[in-house]
């Protein structure tokens, strides 16, 4: 009898009732229990591993514990997936037929407790897939039920929930006057008023120690209470629900709380936030200067243009924002509909810079362009080479952050297109300006990958010959090592005894072991990323078979015979 290793997945739309000591993901890990056991003559053990999602929509993949799921299916360590419902797996239709390829490529089956599937059939794939067209299309008019709800109730003046706005608390659903947070709202409009800016606004409800709502979540822990931001001040000064309103879209609606502004001083803040809040800027700001900046031209001949975006993170409970840079094409009018062309700034820059300095260091080279300018002074060029190593010198302590006057005009030009770096420099540039009389043209080129490792995974520029790391090849060859040393040390006594540690299907370890006998060199390249482009983790373990002798392994694995 072939032992199946059955997974059970939950899921829970909503985090209402998680918290109770027997919740709905129980009920479903249990009936799915009872299922398998009913089942044990046929081999089904349950894995000891919990697949549970509280709180999380079936309309998307993005889920810890499906995330965790499909990584242990690619692994091999699933036989069979059991679910109360198949709509706890997934309610979209697309998803569901990726997840059913890759259960298929994977050999593993897909049950349903309160539905009989079995989609190994054709029959029964398509009694699943009508049955997930017609959980999306509950689950989108559902969403739009929702949505209409809001609507009509926002209509009738009633507060639909979200974050509670200071000045207010909620009773039974609906928004009480806070007595002492009403009277900072008032203090807030009334300064402003006679502060006339909501910058100066702000010290002096610093000075008057007034600060934000403090609010406690249901795990107890509490925020706010902390001065206001200016962006929080406009959102105060521009709310509606002050005077009694609720908004919906761009309309506005007499609601059920009391308001706090009365409307005379509501439209006085209204107007002076308009005659000052709202103006635009005279004057376009400066972005902020990047190494290249008016230097880098896109596929097309477009300049590029500096931007960045801020991701923040939560480490040990402390939020922390990342500044991430990148050189994008600015279109050069409305109707400019050709494709927008991005690169990260930090990484263009070094490379561009590494590819002049090594053209800079190679003195032969750089003698070369300077003699075929023809009136130079001869007595220039050594003063040439002395600069080149300067700057040289300088450029290799560069960082992200330096402004772009150390380039002082030497770089006339950058054109990216291909996967490669046109450079047009002046060589002149590196002379003083009291010795230079003429333009040393000279032009670079030198080849980039641009590769982007999952969707989530930033874009990754770099030369063509840079090493790239590949974690699960490493990891496979490393699990090689480990167990052969295992079997030959007795800490294993057989290769089912480390399968059945693993949580491995019977056959897995068998197939990974030979790879203990790789090639030193093959091993080296793997963990620095030597390996050829086409050489996976997928096609390494899918081999029929993997000779002794190290010129074979060099050829099937398409390395270079020594």
């Given at each position: 009898?072939?032992?199946?290793?059955?997974?059970?997945?939950?899921?829970?739309?909503?985090?209402?009732?998680?918290?109770?000591?027997?919740?709905?993901?129980?009920?479903?890990?249990?009936?799915?229990?009872?299922?398998?056991?009913?089942?044990?003559?046929?081999?089904?053990?349950?894995?000891?591993?919990?697949?549970?999602?509280?709180?999380?929509?079936?309309?998307?993949?993005?889920?810890?514990?499906?995330?965790?799921?499909?990584?242990?299916?690619?692994?091999?360590?699933?036989?069979?997936?059991?679910?109360?419902?198949?709509d706890?797996?997934?309610?979209?239709?697309v998803?569901f037929?990726?997840?059913?390829?890759?259960?298929?490529?994977?050999?593993?089956?897909?049950v349903?407790?309160?539905?009989?599937?079995?989609?190994?059939?054709?029959?029964?794939?398509l009694?699943?897939?009508?049955?997930?067209?017609?959980?999306?299309?509950?689950?989108?008019?559902?969403?739009?039920?929702i949505?209409?709800?809001?609507?009509?109730?926002?209509?009738?003046?009633?507060?639909?929930?979200?974050?509670?706005?200071?000045g207010?608390?909620?009773?039974?659903?609906?928004?009480?006057?806070?007595?002492?947070?009403?009277?900072?709202?008032?203090?807030?409009?009334?300064?402003?008023?006679?502060?006339?800016?909501?910058?100066?606004?702000?010290?002096?409800l610093?000075?008057?120690?007034?600060?934000?709502?403090?609010?406690?979540?249901?795990?107890g822990?509490?925020?706010?209470?902390?001065?206001?931001?200016?962006?929080?001040?406009?959102?105060?000064?521009?709310n509606?629900?002050?005077?009694?309103?609720?908004?919906?879209?761009?309309?506005?609606?007499?609601?059920?709380?009391?308001?706090?502004?009365?409307?005379?001083?509501?439209?006085?803040?209204?107007?002076?936030l308009?005659?000052?809040?709202?103006?635009?800027?005279?004057?376009?700001?400066?972005?902020?200067?990047?190494?290249?900046?008016?230097?880098?031209?896109?596929?097309?001949?477009?300049?590029?243009?500096?931007?960045?975006?801020?991701?923040?993170?939560?480490?040990?409970?402390?939020?922390q924002?990342?500044?991430?840079?990148?050189y994008?094409?600015?279109?050069?009018?409305?109707?400019?509909?050709?494709?927008?062309?991005?690169?990260?700034?930090?990484?263009?820059?070094?490379?561009?810079?590494?590819?002049?300095?090594?053209?800079?260091?190679?003195?032969?080279?750089?003698?070369?362009?300077?003699?075929?300018?023809?009136?130079?002074?001869?007595?220039?060029?050594?003063?040439?080479?002395?600069?080149?190593?300067?700057?040289?010198?300088?450029?290799?302590?560069?960082?992200?952050?330096?402004?772009?006057?150390?380039?002082?005009?030497?770089?006339?030009?950058?054109?990216?297109?291909?996967?490669?770096?046109?450079?047009?420099?002046?060589l002149?540039?590196?002379?003083?300006?009291?010795?230079?009389?003429?333009?040393?043209?000279?032009?670079?080129?030198?080849?980039?990958?641009?590769?982007?490792?999952?969707?989530?995974?930033?874009?990754?520029?770099?030369?063509?010959?840079?090493?790239?790391?590949?974690?699960?090849?490493?990891?496979?060859?490393?699990?090689?090592?480990?167990?052969?040393?295992?079997?030959?040390?007795?800490?294993?006594?057989?290769?089912?005894?480390?399968?059945?540690?693993?949580?491995?299907?019977?056959?897995?370890?068998?197939?990974?072991?030979?790879?203990?006998?790789?090639?030193?060199?093959?091993?080296?390249?793997?963990?620095?990323?030597?390996?050829p482009?086409?050489?996976?983790?997928?096609?390494?373990?899918?081999?029929?078979?993997?000779?002794?002798?190290?010129?074979?392994?060099?050829?099937?694995?398409?390395?270079?015979?020594?």
């Amino acid at each position: 009898m072939i032992r199946q290793r059955c997974a059970i997945y939950t899921r829970k739309s909503t985090e209402e009732g998680l918290e109770q000591d027997f919740n709905s993901l129980d009920a479903q890990r249990e009936a799915c229990a009872a299922y398998i056991l009913s089942q044990k003559h046929e081999g089904w053990a349950e894995l000891s591993d919990r697949y549970d999602d509280g709180g999380f929509s079936g309309g998307s993949m993005d889920r810890p514990g499906l995330t965790q799921l499909l990584k242990d299916v690619e692994a091999g360590r699933v036989d069979v997936i059991v679910v109360y419902k198949v709509d706890r797996l997934t309610r979209s239709l697309v998803d569901f037929a990726k997840m059913v390829d890759l259960f298929d490529g994977a050999g593993v089956s897909f049950v349903s407790v309160t539905q009989a599937f079995n989609t190994t059939s054709s029959m029964g794939r398509l009694t699943l897939n009508v049955l997930l067209s017609f959980a999306q299309f509950e689950r989108e008019v559902t969403a739009e039920r929702i949505r209409d709800k809001v609507a009509a109730s926002k209509r009738k003046g009633m507060w639909m929930g979200g974050a509670v706005p200071i000045g207010y608390d909620v009773n039974d659903k609906a928004l009480i006057v806070n007595p002492v947070e009403a009277e900072a709202i008032r203090t807030i409009f009334a300064e402003y008023l006679a502060a006339g800016s909501v910058r100066e606004l702000s010290d002096r409800l610093e000075a008057l120690s007034i600060v934000s709502k403090r609010r406690t979540d249901r795990y107890g822990r509490t925020t706010g209470g902390t001065s206001f931001s200016r962006g929080a001040l406009y959102n105060i000064l521009r709310n509606p629900i002050y005077i009694g309103k609720t908004r919906h879209k761009d309309e506005l609606y007499d609601g059920l709380h009391e308001a706090i502004i009365d409307d005379a001083t509501w439209q006085q803040v209204q107007e002076l936030l308009a005659n000052h809040g709202g103006k635009k800027i005279a004057t376009s700001r400066r972005s902020a200067r990047r190494l290249l900046d008016g230097l880098l031209f896109d596929s097309v001949g477009r300049p590029m243009r500096t931007t960045y975006t801020i991701k923040s993170t939560r480490t040990g409970g402390t939020e922390q924002s990342r500044r991430y840079w990148y050189y994008t094409s600015k279109p050069t009018s409305s109707d400019d509909h050709s494709r927008i062309e991005r690169f990260p700034a930090g990484e263009v820059e070094r490379l561009v810079l590494s590819g002049i300095i090594n053209h800079l260091a190679d003195k032969t080279w750089l003698t070369q362009q300077i003699g075929s300018t023809v009136d130079l002074d001869p007595r220039s060029l050594p003063e040439i080479l002395a600069a080149a190593d300067a700057w040289c010198a300088q450029a290799e302590v560069i960082n992200d952050d330096t402004e772009s006057q150390h380039l002082n005009g030497l770089i006339d030009r950058i054109d990216v297109t291909n996967g490669r770096f046109f450079v047009q420099i002046n060589l002149g540039a590196l002379l003083s300006s009291e010795t230079t009389q003429h333009l040393i043209h000279a032009a670079l080129e030198f080849s980039f990958k641009k590769r982007q490792n999952g969707r989530a995974k930033p874009i990754v520029i770099a030369p063509p010959d840079a090493p790239q790391p590949d974690r699960d090849l490493i990891n496979l060859v490393a699990d090689a090592r480990k167990w052969w040393a295992e079997l030959l040390d007795g800490k294993s006594s057989t290769v089912r005894q480390i399968e059945d540690r693993e949580g491995l299907r019977s056959g897995s370890v068998s197939r990974i072991l030979p790879l203990a006998w790789l090639a030193p060199d093959i091993s080296t390249a793997i963990l620095e990323g030597r390996q050829p482009q086409h050489l996976t983790a997928k096609k390494l373990r899918s081999l029929p078979e993997l000779p002794l002798d190290w010129q074979e392994q060099r050829k099937i694995l398409g390395f270079p015979h020594q």
